[in-house]
């Protein structure tokens, strides 16, 4: 455990900045009124809310400097993180291709390779794209032929992408630039000519623009194809639906060229609409559509929003899907399009255990990933008729970036656990037993995995689910009651929180005593859509009493105490943590709260906010304001002393935490969640109870979070992490 080190400078209560406070804001929600004193704070581009983030930051700077373990966790977690890591490799084209960082690199660097034994040449180096490393490779996609990159850059976090096109033989730009993508992939024709994605209208057009410092909501998403050589403008409008425009599309391209597919999406339920277009009976192909107002004529397979259904592979008009329809731990199903209404089971629904991914490889074979009790399982299969051939053993962990294609007889599969930092396994499938050898393995200096422990708990919820729960920590502990503890959550969208490794987290465990914790909460999708839909609208309550009833037990099993335990989640798990800090703010002793949403009557008006109502409702729905009103964070902030509980009961130290080009949960949520607790909790009174600190930690250029550089993220680790170390009195061993 971090052991109690001799009294250090105490954190005063703080003095906050003003706020203005607005009261003449106040929206009737069907009959209840309700004030928004902080409205203001909605406009990035106002100079009373850049004075009052600039006035947040000093004081927030003030407090970390008093932090003394701050820069000891920076470089301990730096030295850690300085360690080679690989992506799987993918082929295209009869070449590979890999993401590599050698540590430090503020972005991962794609390669190119001839065969696995030549040598590697970089294709693309994102870190000489800017000086600061803000500028990122968040998408990327080689044509079949293996002749062409096509890339998108995104810079300082923002969710706009810019794509552009690389010849890869001679590593030379092409002139190509799209502007204003977002929420899209790449699909390559397979004559390689151009490829579909996707955009949105410019957020103003002929105005100068910040891009992902903006609130507009994006609406009217389309899917274009661009040939390449030509200008934007130029490019095919392949599809759009303004009588729809909050939906949101993608597509896919079959190996064998002959269809496109497009995926239509009405908001983050795993469901969609599924169209196909046989590109190979297009009179003049898809240059027969260039200077024309038509778009391409796609065929509706399922036009409703009952189920999800992903591509897996086809032979010409038979196709073979993974779905969820009749089968919340999906399934896989097969169908012609000579006869669209019948549909069979190839792979049918596990009794328990949730489908997570099927690859076509091999010709004839499929490789599938199951979830069993948040622990990932390899199977091989026929394909055709979905009959098992072999269990491909795995240790506990995550497999993930499996790449393979149909035509494929060495696949690659990913490995991580909590103890492994990543493991990459070249599989055979030639010889009659799949071979397992490990391609690349990392290996972390100063990490010696034998000093750890790994545990699964099962913890029972309010009204007596079992909720799953992992427990890292050092080997043989004493379950004394007197350790720091981090217990993280998610809880939502379908999104399962499976075992990795985490440098930072084991340098909390290592030399500052943590027992770092997950908690397997409702909502999301460890055993598949029906645990989702337990956490989801009507029932989100169900996520904080699983996170809270974690956080108990971890208290009354003797792994820690309420002053020492600290909760922490991104997005919906910031909502998660703030709520549940709300509702027991006497069981935590520190809450780091990152890029949460925080202001539940209206997310939806911002960015792609209107995405989320599958998962929360939203506040229009007379019936689902009543959900949201009960446990939206900015509207449930309550001092704790007034309800008959210690007059000594306060609000944990909290740091909020988001990012000035964040336009997926804009920063408004947290900015209004600071001021409104910093008022109803401190300012607002002449001497009050709450002496711990609440304070916000605001990146600048940064976004909610993909493609932030190392330097960013080992400088965010130390700062949260030294300050939950301070305010919990810990300090450090070696």
Request: one cysteine or more.
């Amino acid at each position: 455990m971090g052991s109690l080190a001799a009294p250090r400078e105490a954190l005063l209560p703080l003095s906050y900045p003003p706020a203005r406070r607005d009261e003449s804001v106040v929206d009737d929600y069907h009959g209840v009124l309700i004030a928004d004193p902080y409205r203001w704070l909605e406009d990035p581009e106002s100079e009373e809310v850049k004075e009052f983030v600039e006035r947040q930051a000093r004081l927030t700077d003030s407090v970390l400097e008093k932090c003394e373990e701050r820069e000891r966790l920076r470089r301990r977690i730096t030295a850690l993180h300085d360690h080679p890591r690989y992506d799987t490799p993918f082929k295209r084209g009869g070449k590979y291709f890999y993401f590599h960082n050698t540590g430090l690199q503020a972005q991962s660097v794609l390669y190119v390779q001839k065969d696995l034994d030549g040598e590697a040449e970089v294709l693309l180096d994102p870190n000489k794209l800017s000086d600061d490393g803000t500028v990122a490779l968040t998408l990327s996609s080689v044509s079949k032929d293996g002749k062409y990159l096509a890339y998108g850059l995104s810079s300082s976090g923002s969710d706009w992408v810019t794509v552009k096109v690389m010849r890869i033989e001679d590593k030379q730009p092409e002139l190509d630039t799209l502007s204003w993508v977002k929420f899209s992939s790449i699909s390559w024709t397979k004559d390689g000519k151009g490829f579909f994605y996707c955009r949105y209208p410019a957020p103003r057009e002929g105005h100068e623009l910040d891009a992902g410092t903006e609130n507009n909501i994006n609406l009217n998403h389309e899917v274009y194809y661009h040939f390449l050589g030509m200008d934007q403008s130029e490019d095919i409008l392949c599809w759009r639906d303004p009588e729809h425009p909050k939906y949101i599309y993608g597509t896919d391209v079959t190996d064998d060229g002959k269809y496109a597919l497009l995926y239509i999406e009405e908001g983050c339920n795993p469901t969609n609409k599924l169209y196909y277009c046989k590109l190979s009976l297009l009179p003049h192909g898809l240059e027969g559509f260039k200077g024309r107002n038509e778009m391409l004529p796609f065929i509706q397979l399922v036009d409703n929003f009952e189920a999800r259904y992903l591509f897996v592979t086809n032979d010409d008009t038979k196709f073979t899907f993974m779905t969820n329809k009749g089968a919340p731990r999906y399934k896989l199903v097969r169908v012609d399009f000579i006869e669209p209404e019948s549909w069979t089971d190839v792979l049918p629904e596990d009794d328990k255990d949730v489908l997570e991914t099927a690859s076509a490889v091999n010709n004839n074979q499929l490789l599938v990933s199951y979830l069993r009790d948040v622990k990932y399982g390899l199977q091989l299969r026929d394909l055709e008729t979905g009959a098992l051939l072999h269990e491909i053993p795995v240790d506990i962990g995550t497999v993930y970036g499996i790449s393979g294609k149909r035509e494929d007889s060495d696949v690659f599969i990913g490995f991580t656990s909590f103890l492994s930092p990543g493991i990459i396994y070249k599989c055979n499938l030639a010889a009659g037993v799949p071979e397992m050898q490990i391609f690349r393995e990392a290996f972390v200096p100063g990490f010696h995995r034998e000093n750890f422990e790994v545990k699964q708990v099962f913890v029972s919820s309010k009204d007596d689910t079992r909720i799953p729960m992992f427990i890292v920590s050092k080997k043989n502990i004493q379950l004394d009651g007197s350790h720091p503890c981090l217990l993280y959550g998610y809880g939502g969208f379908n999104i399962s929180l499976t075992p990795s490794f985490n440098v930072t987290r084991l340098v909390l465990t290592r030399n500052l005593g943590f027992v770092f914790c997950i908690a397997n909460i409702r909502g999301g999708g460890e055993y598949g859509e029906e645990w989702h839909k337990g956490g989801s609208l009507s029932k989100k309550q169900n996520c904080f009493d699983d996170f809270i009833a974690s956080a108990e037990f971890l208290v009354s099993n003797g792994y820690t105490n309420p002053r020492r335990l600290c909760i922490e989640g991104r997005s919906n798990g910031g909502l998660l943590v703030a709520t549940c800090m709300n509702q027991r703010p006497d069981l935590f002793g520190c809450v780091l709260a990152h890029v949460g949403v925080m202001d539940m009557l209206r997310f939806h008006k911002f960015t792609i906010g209107h995405a989320w109502t599958s998962d929360f409702g939203c506040s229009d729905n007379k019936e689902e304001f009543h959900w949201l009103i009960k446990y939206s964070p900015l509207h449930n902030v309550k001092r704790p002393w007034e309800k008959g509980d210690s007059h000594r009961l306060q609000y944990p130290s909290t740091m909020l935490l988001t990012a000035d080009h964040d336009d997926r949960v804009v920063p408004l949520h947290s900015l209004k969640m600071l001021a409104t607790m910093q008022y109803v909790l401190c300012t607002s009174l002449g001497s009050s109870p709450q002496s711990n600190p609440i304070i916000a930690r605001i990146e600048r250029k940064g976004g909610h979070g993909a493609g932030r550089p190392t330097q960013k993220m080992i400088d965010e680790a130390a700062d949260r992490y030294s300050f939950a170390a301070k305010v919990m009195e810990l300090s450090w061993t070696d």
